[in-house]
């Protein structure tokens, strides 16, 4: 494709149209697409474009016979190999998830899982069927592992999923730009043809809200009975995201410097607290508020912080509530208490352990209810609002932390949780049977 030159209108007007439909239904666009080529925009470069098309980046390079990666044009366009750009399918009349599945040659649960419902849901004829979950094409087996799910982006400040199918016992374990991600196995989900388990790892891939929008390396490794150590690369784009930016002007007598020693002591104290994975999962369905009725927010999560002018900036690592002093603070869901006690920044403090590396904590209470240790279940009281410690008034500080990395907690009301599908799904089949 080298060498092809598009008059201008006519890609104008395609690049028009292309955005028009990618705005209104991105899945569609990409199982719908005509003719399966990608237009080399300004700043992209091929790793990036195989990124977020989920295309292994040597795949892209040799379906374009590119040589050289980084000679791309803008404008230029690239072929993308058949099937690549296929998320979704449209169901036939007659289908369910159990029949999807088997003609796409994926695994049933799974996909159930990713469409929010049932094996044996009944589907409408022309009903779109999401294949993955913002997710490569499940066909990048390495060594003993045959099939692994990256996602090939993730927003700034959110979590991305990732999954691997194995069928032998390996310890599989996984990195983001050298820090380690609590991927673990879930669940048998089935047998292979020489009738051993198949068993589904999965983790999350927290991406903080201080880490750079690009491409970022994700490595997933093993260690084979011959001791052999067995690595593959993924690429994993992270979209950036636009934080608003608050000043905050310190006292004279309080220099920025000092707060940030005491800051840095404090998150010193938690971290490892809240980097612990071995509790199991404890949750069971979406979180719910931390509060009983719905508080205006004060500060959204991200909040990019500049202290006197810029001299030190930090990102706001939770969600803050207006919320009167005295409100009772509620468990999102099941948990272990790890933490209750006062804390020199954060006041009165609770984190809860949900279990895998994904942890909540409330900061500024006036009093906690629980104690370290204690079990609590989704909507039990665990603490008051109040304004203890650095705060300015009374509000409910809410953080969520996976394998310590502090996530925008909202997505979590609402999002799948996919870190333990059989319990999912039992969730999804009970919900079918109450006709809801
Ligand atoms: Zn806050």
């Known amino acids: 494709m080298k060498g092809m030159r ?14 028009l439909l990618a705005v209104l239904q991105p899945d569609q666009v990409a199982a719908q697409s005509p003719d399966d080529t990608y237009v080399v925009k300004q700043g992209d470069t091929l790793a990036s474009i195989a990124a977020v098309l989920g295309i292994p980046l040597e795949v892209l390079a040799a379906t374009n016979q590119l040589t050289d990666p980084n000679a791309l044009d803008v404008g230029e366009i690239l072929l993308l190999p058949r099937g690549a750009a296929r998320r979704s399918v449209i169901a036939r009349p007659g289908d369910t998830i159990q029949s999807v599945a088997e003609r796409e040659g994926l695994s049933v ?16 004829p022309g009903q779109p069927i999401r294949l993955l979950q913002n997710s490569a094409p499940p066909s990048m087996p ?26 032998r016992p390996l310890s599989l374990e996984a990195t983001l730009n050298g820090a380690p991600i609590g991927i673990r196995p879930l669940t048998v989900i089935g047998k292979d043809e020489g009738s051993s388990d198949v068993t589904l790892w ?11 929008p690009g491409v970022h390396t994700l490595n997933l490794s093993y260690t084979a009975a011959n001791g052999v150590a067995v690595r593959r690369s993924f690429p994993v784009f992270v979209q950036g995201r636009v934080f608003a930016v608050q000043e905050i002007r310190l006292p004279p007598d309080r220099s920025a410097l000092v707060e940030e020693e005491i800051s840095q002591a404090e998150l010193d104290y938690l971290a490892p607290i809240w980097s ?26 991200g909040v990019r912080r500049n202290y006197n002018s810029g001299q030190y900036y930090s990102f706001h690592t939770g969600q803050d509530f207006a919320a009167p002093g005295g409100s009772p603070v509620l468990a999102p869901a099941d948990g272990i208490v790890a933490l209750a006690e006062p804390l020199r920044v954060r006041g009165i403090s609770v984190i809860l352990d949900h279990g895998a590396g994904l942890f909540t904590g409330y900061w500024h209470l006036q009093e906690a209810l629980v104690a370290p240790g204690e079990k609590v279940q989704a909507g039990d009281p665990i603490g008051l609002v109040g304004t203890t410690g650095r705060s300015t ?19 979590f009301l609402t999002r799948p949780l996919l870190a333990n599908p059989s319990t999912v799904e039992s969730e999804a089949v009970q919900d079918a049977e109450e006709g809801q």
């Open 393 to 411: 008034g009374e509000h409910l500080h809410w953080e969520l932390r996976i394998y310590g990395v502090a996530v925008d907690p909202m997505p």
């Open 142 to 167: 390495f060594g003993s592992v045959n099939v692994v799910s990256v996602p090939s982006s993730v927003v700034q400040g959110q979590a991305g999923w990732i999954e691997a199918e194995v069928d």
């Open 276 to 301: 612990h994975t071995a509790t199991p999962i404890q949750w069971r369905r979406p979180f719910s508020l931390p509060l009983q009725t719905a508080s205006p927010t004060t500060s959204p999560y």
């Open 202 to 212: 999965g983790g999350y891939i927290p991406i903080a809200a201080s880490v750079a």
């Open 109 to 124: 649960l799974r996909l159930a899982i990713v469409n929010g419902t049932t094996p044996t849901a009944r589907l409408f």
């Open 6 to 19: 598009v008059p201008a209108v006519a890609l104008l007007a395609c690049l028009l149209v292309m955005a």
